[in-house]
């Protein structure tokens, strides 16, 4: 019998930080600051330079437990009262966090058993951050009463307007294979399965002798000396991302308790890149409000990854005002080669977060590090100080932002599109495993390649996570949803039936939940929808000689990766494209690419990873068949995206146009409405044109 996971929880209300008294509501702008790195002299400095900016919201104590507390039951609130009274009254609201990203070395050197365990048993230091594991009863005790201590102290604090719980909860500690955890482990087991015969079905353990009598049999999958049982592995990810959801949840209701009025976020890590640990749109319901952190990819797919993120964060906020929390001016200190961004970035980049639904722009971090493993990571304010390309950036920024406050884009919110593509965090975890007919398959998010795709084709979509709400739309694209229950595509199927196109990748619909095929042929959940029947898959590549890397269609686009054997196609299928390949490897003539219709809408499938030139190749000439001519805003070289109002304090309904350069080179387009901004661009009103040169962008507004 299938198993249907629970859904969603319900939605905690919408509730968004509130400007200081005698300050207007404007777009937050700051960042982390971290001024017990600096001795007082230098706060007075902030201050001042933080003024200039026009920076009215800090992130604050979020590494500071050893400062906080440094001994057991020691406590020293003083500093942090010095500082956010100095900030509060300068107009700098602040984001208090729970202070417990980094728990104190006392801690960990009297209580060892709240460090994280690797999945090869070795202990996880202090020496770095989050070295706490989430199942630990000790660590809790201890965290929520840090959080008490701060709810009490700063319960009535005018400028303290939000609670940051923790930060960027498992980037280093999401896989804990301690004893606590598998513990644990096994009551989250319980609790979805019911059953211990129902976990082997989920399983299926009488593969390789796995079947169990009793729950506490069950254990989280340490160190083994061949391949993992995927179903198995499904689960530990699902139980890691909630058991980080159920501290940061007790952490929120230990402060809440006792300071009930200010609203609670914490800081997701939403990018493009494949497999993300934490499921955020399952953590989205928990919080008052959501926050991003986001660091940009370098190279060509800078600005499509970034808006790919900031769309796919708005899908998670569903539709309600979000925050940028970090993201940096110019280079990181983690990747391998910490490229610097390109002149006029800083802006375009925090514009491009704006127009995608977020009401602040936040960076890591206000000042740059003197010393630490964070010396070398951009900051607001640079070693070189207040005279330096960096911080006059962070100037035109402020100023620019003040003026869209000015304008009334706190009243808007990112227009809906006609086209969602939608994304499945499960999916792409399933995805991961390393026993599927090639390890390509995990490599990046095919979701990306058809937002990317929709972009050349002119159509800014909308990136939604696959329990949210998109039926709605014209047409979604289903992107190597590769876990499938029976509920999602009747959804599906109903969804065409009344009209909606629908787009189908291979590697959809493949498996239950649980990771267990339906069987029948591929893709099994989605059979009936696409027309089309799946044997066997056809994998390209080139670890070995003579084998196949790539496959090319009759319309001219490149399959590389993988393709399917499509055997057969239903009545009514239209083969729009095939493959063109020698003899001998059985796949000249078979289907890439067809179009089912199905009730009142239909079914485009397509059988092969492709780039996404390609993929806005196979799309361009379908859009009139699929309905969606009208959803083109640009050419490819211009993104457009668009901000409306419900209506504004002063009655009036807005639309604010932004426009970027996805290109390299110098564009053209067309204004819209008054110019406001424009940032490595120019605007000729007479001829309502704007220049946009290779990094520039320009907001204007229709009133
Ligand atoms: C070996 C094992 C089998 C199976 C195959 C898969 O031959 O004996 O149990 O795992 O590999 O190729
Ligand atoms: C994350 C963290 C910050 C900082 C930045 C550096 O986003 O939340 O504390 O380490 O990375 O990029």
Known sequence: MEFIAPELKPRRPFRWPAALSGS?????????????????????????????????????????????????????????????????????????????????????????????????????????????????PIYREYALKMCRKLA??????????????????????????????????????????????????????????????SFDQILVPRHVNGFQNPGRMLDFRRFSSEALLRFCEAERDAIEEICPDKPFTTNFMVSGAAGQGVDYDAWAPSMDFVSNDHYFTPGEAHLDELTYSADLVDGMARRSPWLLMEHSTSAVNWRNINYRVKPGNTVRDSLAHLAF?????????????????????????????????????????????????????????????????????????????????????????????????LLDLGITSDVIPVNGDWDGHRMVVVPNIYLMSSKLSQKLEAFARKGGMVIVTYMSGIADQTDRIWLGGYPGALRKLTGVRVEEGFPLGSDFAGTPDKLTLSNGAVAHDYADVVTSVDEGVDV?????????????????????????????????????????????????????????????????VVRVGEDGEDGVTRQFIFLFNRTDHEVQAPLEGTPLLASLASVDEDSSQVTLSSQGVVVSVIE
Not at 181 to 201: D, L, M, P, S
Not at 594 to 618: K, P, S
């Open 357 to 453: 639904g977020a009401n602040g722009i936040l960076y890591f971090q206000w000042r740059q590090s003197q010393a630490g493993a964070e010396k070398f990571h951009s900051a607001m304010l640079p070693h070189a100080g207040e005279n330096s390309q960096i911080f006059r950036n962070v100037c035109e920024l402020g100023e620019d932002l003040r003026s869209l406050s000015e304008a009334g884009l706190l009243d808007t919110r990112l227009k809906r599109s006609d086209v969602a593509v939608l994304f499945d965090n499960e999916s792409s975890w399933a995805l991961q495993c390393d026993t599927l007919p090639t390890k390509k398959l995990a490599e990046f998010p095919e979701a990306f390649t058809f937002y990317r795709a």
């Open 576 to 640: 729009l494209a095939t493959y063109e390949a020698p003899a001998d490897w059985g796949m000249n003539g078979v289907p890439a690419v067809t179009f089912h219709t199905f009730g009142g809408g239909a079914c485009v499938y397509l059988g092969c990873r492709l780039n996404h030139e390609d993929v806005a190749g196979i799309l361009r000439p379908l859009l009139p068949r699929l309905g969606v001519e009208s959803a083109v805003e640009s050419s490819s070289d211009v993104l457009r």
């Open 152 to 213: 009490e102290h700063y319960k009535d604090n005018p400028y303290v307007v939000a609670w940051h719980l923790g930060n960027e909860y498992g980037c280093h500690n999401l896989y804990d294979y301690s004893d606590d955890a598998n513990k644990e482990f096994q009551a989250w087991c319980k609790e979805r399965y019911g059953t211990i015969e129902a976990v082997n079905e989920a399983w299926g353990a009488d593969f390789w002798s796995q079947r169990v009598t």
């Open 24 to 136: 207007k509501p404007a777009i937050f702008f700051g960042g982390d600051y971290n001024p017990e790195q600096w001795p007082r002299e230098v706060w007075d400095e902030d201050i001042r330079l933080m003024k200039k900016a026009g920076v009215n919201f800090v992130s604050l104590a979020i590494f500071s437990w050893a400062r906080l507390e440094p001994q057991e039951d020691v406590w020293d609130f003083a500093w942090l009262d010095e500082i956010i009274t100095k900030l509060g009254s300068n107009g700098i609201a602040v984001d208090l966090a729970s202070a417990t990203a980094s728990p104190a070395i006392w801690l960990a050197q009297k209580h060892p058993e709240i460090l994280p365990v690797d999945e090869d048993g070795r202990t996880v230091w202090p020496g770095a951050r989050q070295h706490w594991r989430a199942t630990s």
